[in-house]
C-alpha cells in the first residue's frame, strides 16, 4: 500500500490549492478514501471522505462548503481542491483509505499565513 500527496505549498488566507494523492498497491476501487491533516503537536484529524460504493462524501464542519473531495478511479487518484483557506487550515495533508490503513504517506505541507 503507498499513498504520495502532492499539491501543498503557501497561500494567504482566502487563497485556494489542489491537493492530490496517487495511490497504489491496493484496488481502488474497493476502498472508500479520505483525507487528513496534522498540526505538530496535535492529532491527525479527519478532513474528508468519499465512500467506496456510492460516492458518498463527508466533510468536517470546519472545512465544509470549502473544500470539495473527489476521486478518479482510472487514475487511482484522490483530489482536494480547498477554496478560501485560512490559518487554521495549515497542517500537513495526507490521504488514506476510510477507516484508515496503518500505512500513511509523506504528506503534503499547507501554510497559509499572510
Known amino acids: 500500500v503507498q499513498f504520495v500527496e502532492s499539491g501543498g505549498g503557501s497561500v494567504q488566507p482566502g487563497g485556494s490549492l489542489t491537493l492530490s494523492c496517487l495511490t497504489s498497491?491496493?484496488?481502488?476501487?474497493?476502498?472508500?478514501m479520505a483525507w487528513f491533516r496534522q498540526v505538530p503537536g496535535k492529532e491527525r484529524e479527519f478532513v474528508a471522505s468519499a465512500a467506496w460504493y456510492n460516492g458518498l462524501t463527508d466533510y468536517a464542519p470546519s472545512v465544509k462548503d470549502r473544500f470539495i473531495i473527489s476521486r478518479d478511479f482510472r487514475k487511482k487518484t484522490l483530489t482536494l481542491q480547498m477554496k478560501d483557506l485560512q490559518p487554521d487550515d495549515t497542517a500537513v495533508y495526507y490521504c488514506?483509505?476510510?477507516?484508515?490503513?496503518?500505512?500513511w504517506g509523506p504528506g503534503t505541507q499547507v501554510t497559509v499565513s499572510s
Open positions: 488514506n483509505k476510510h477507516p484508515p490503513d496503518p500505512t
Open positions: 498497491g491496493f484496488d481502488f476501487s474497493d476502498f472508500g
